[in-house]
């Protein structure tokens, strides 16, 4: 697989005559639900996120709003951040689009070159839907904050000498990049031709194959939300799916929790999508429930509120229209026990914006909405730590 180009200089974490390079190598009921409510800023929180570091990507072309980074500038900003932290991050492709580029997925922990087997991992995806761009600006900004934190802030250097989080940034880049050139603001689907069809496209978030066909044919190919022939029939789902099997097992840097991250919003989801059943024999118990929502409150609970608005908490199925067959924390805790969450990111869906503008909210929103939401990631890891554990301290 195509890895990143020069590797010269050691990084800030490197150990010392360690010279390698990056290798990147090809409670059931109601009450479960929190509606976003009112409540002042959370001073306390912003205080404590960590700082955006400067953005590395050159400028993009006018009507692409300034601090979004377009494909080339993802993989320059993701190589920097790795070039500077050669001792926490490596990167590599997890495989490559339907056009041809490649899926970076940054693999963070201390001691980055070394196996870890008795590690829990955390997995954060982003941009599944291609106009959703803050969600991968989002992954950036977590790949940027671990690392530059790391021997700063005490509760990020104990987490990722007990776990490992895996970064996949962009899921969809060839719907990002024709979002970038045809919307902004207005493309959802991957760029796969239908064969027979002149719509183009599947939703890659109602591609999993978990109950996949629980509304089959429900959309029409030409739908913002089609989700394909057959579970899996996208190769970007293909792929992502692929890796997560991969890190499921034990002794494999065990994926225990992920975040999948979209817009817009500003709520916290849990599976299932595809019914609204509280429980579902075999596959959902009372208990199950209750870890989810519990954690779906933490992580909500970790992202300070702001503009008069904290996010909300709901099972997948009953946010939005309803019902959604395929999507990826169905199948991470239906097929390997993944406690997989959705977080809707800003804005707020009450928010006095366009359609367009709440998918690519104005750059000068970037930093804030990033720091803030990382509120989530910092709650993840705790529980994770304090569920699973992740060893003796390096």
Excluded at 62 to 81: M, N, S, T
Excluded at 174 to 195: A, C, H, I, L, M
Excluded at 379 to 388: G, K, Q, S
Aim: hydrophobic residues 35%; contains cysteine.
């Amino acid at each position: 697989m195509m890895p990143f180009q020069d590797d010269k200089g050691q990084g800030e974490d490197q150990p010392p005559g360690d010279n390698r390079k990056i290798t990147p190598k090809d409670a059931l009921g109601n009450e479960d639900e929190i509606t976003p409510q009112e409540g002042p800023l959370g001073e306390d929180a912003v205080r404590n996120a960590p700082k955006a570091l400067a953005q590395v990507s050159p400028a993009v072309p006018a009507r692409v709003e300034p601090g979004y980074h377009r494909f080339a500038d993802l993989e320059r900003a993701i190589k920097a951040v790795a070039l500077r932290y050669q001792g926490l991050i490596q990167v590599e492709s997890i495989g490559d689009s339907y056009e041809g580029r490649s899926l970076w997925m940054a693999r963070v922990t201390h001691n980055v070159h070394d196996a870890h087997p008795d590690r829990p991992a955390v997995l954060m995806t982003g941009g599944q839907h291609a106009r959703e761009h803050l969600s991968v600006e989002m992954c950036l900004f977590i790949l940027q904050a671990l690392a530059g934190n790391f021997g700063r802030d005490p509760d990020i250097t104990t987490w990722l000498q007990r776990e490992v989080v895996f970064i996949v940034f962009n899921v969809n880049p060839d719907g990002s990049e024709y979002d970038f050139d045809n919307g902004p603001g207005t493309w959802r689907k991957n760029r796969q031709p239908n064969p027979g069809s002149p719509h183009v496209g599947t939703d890659l978030n109602r591609n999993w194959g978990w109950h996949w066909d629980k509304y089959k044919d429900r959309q029409p190919q030409s739908a913002d939300d089609y989700e394909g022939p057959s579970a899996f029939s996208a190769p970007e789902t293909r792929a992502l799916a692929g890796f997560i099997t991969e890190h499921a097992q034990e002794g494999s840097e065990r994926i225990r929790a992920a975040i999948d991250w979209h817009t817009q919003g500003e709520y916290v989801l849990y599976p299932f999508g595809y019914t609204e059943d509280l429980t579902v024999p075999g596959e959902l118990t009372a208990d199950d429930r209750r870890i989810f929502t519990r954690l779906a409150r933490a992580l909500s609970d970790g992202i300070p509120s702001a503009n008069g608005q904290s996010y909300g908490v709901k099972q997948s199925s009953k946010y939005g229209i309803g019902g959604k067959s395929g999507v990826i924390i169905d199948w991470e805790w239906g097929t390997h026990h993944i406690l997989g969450f959705t977080i809707e990111m800003y804005p707020n869906s009450s928010a006095n914006m366009s359609n367009e503008e709440k998918f690519l909210p104005p750059a000068r929103d970037i930093s804030r909405e990033t720091m803030r939401a990382f509120g989530a990631v910092r709650a993840l890891l705790r529980e994770v730590d304090a569920m699973f554990g992740g060893g003796p301290r390096a």
